[in-house]
């Protein structure tokens, strides 16, 4: 499995960003995917987390309300708007990828970073005050 993440740069605080992640190389296993970032000095955070399906989500509360994670299945890409940014959201931010074998999942399993085993490069988000 190849994750490919990109779209950070510079924002301004208020401002947005849309990062994206491109997945490849997927088995017949379903994939749920994760957001991480991780800030200098500080653990690495996931964010938030979609479903093979699209249809859970898990959002970390530092970011609610203000990321939305969508899928698009068909182009295998993962998307992270980021709005109403603050300088505290200043970080490499990674996708990583969770095999999964069951159908079903719950906001609490797809919130477990340590199902995620498949990860991507980086991509960097500034957001300057």
């Known amino acids: 499995v190849q994750l490919q993440a990109s779209g950070g740069g510079l924002a301004q605080t208020g401002g947005s960003l849309r990062l994206s992640c491109t997945v490849s190389?997927?088995?017949?296993?379903?994939?749920?995917i994760g957001w991480f970032r991780q800030a200098p000095g500080k653990e690495r955070e996931l964010v938030g987390a979609?479903?093979?399906?699209?249809?859970?989500?898990y959002y970390a509360d530092s970011v609610k309300g203000r990321f939305t994670i969508s899928r698009d299945k068909a182009k295998n890409t993962v998307y992270l708007q980021m709005n109403s940014l603050k300088p505290e959201d200043t970080a490499v931010y990674y996708c990583?990828?969770?095999?999964?074998?069951?159908?079903?999942?719950?906001?609490?399993?797809?919130?477990?970073?340590?199902?995620?085993?498949?990860w991507g490069q980086g991509t960097l988000v500034t957001v300057s005050s």
């Open positions: 190389g997927l088995t017949a296993l379903s994939h749920d």
């Open positions: 979609c479903s093979w399906s699209g249809s859970n989500m």
């Open positions: 990583a990828a969770a095999p999964r074998r069951t159908v079903f999942i719950t906001t609490s399993e797809l919130g477990n970073p340590s199902r995620y085993v498949y």
